[in-house]
Nanobody
Framework: QVQLVESGGGLVQAGGSLRLSCAAA????????MGWFRQAPGKERELVAA????????YASDSVKGRFTISRDNAKSTVHLQMHSLKPEETAVYYC????????????????WGRGTQVTVSS
């Protein structure tokens, strides 16, 4: 089973940037679509970005489009989320997970959750 470890979170001022990383252990994720999710206090977990297993197909939710970029390095079995122009309301725990696929109906989590990485955006 794939174990996913998120890192790169921290405290940043509004308008700042962070780069999150997700490292897979135990099994390669190179043949899985991957996604970044976030869960703010009192809210449901939501998908913010996804990338297909092969290069070229990405998805970003409307709320982060143009500011967040997802990328992957299959050779290193890692996935990254570059975040710019962060807003206080984006304070949340960010998680990565494998997805069932990259199409709209497939963009649901397919694996176990890691601990996530906390992102705190101060105003």
């Amino acid at each position: 089973q794939v174990q996913l470890v998120e890192s790169g979170g921290g405290l940043v001022q509004a308008g700042g940037s962070l780069r999150l990383s997700c490292a897979a252990a135990g099994r390669t994720v190179s043949t899985y679509a991957m996604g970044w999710f976030r869960q703010a206090p009192g809210k449901e977990r939501e998908l913010v970005a996804a990338v297909s297993w092969s290069v070229g197909i990405t998805y970003a939710s409307d709320s982060v489009k143009g500011r967040f970029t997802i990328s992957r390095d299959n050779a290193k079995s890692t996935v990254h989320l570059q975040m710019h122009s962060l807003k206080p309301e984006e304070t949340a725990v960010y998680y990565c997970n494998t997805l069932k696929g990259i199409t709209t109906v497939q963009r649901t989590p397919a694996g176990s959750w890691g601990r996530g990485t906390q992102v705190t955006v101060s105003s």
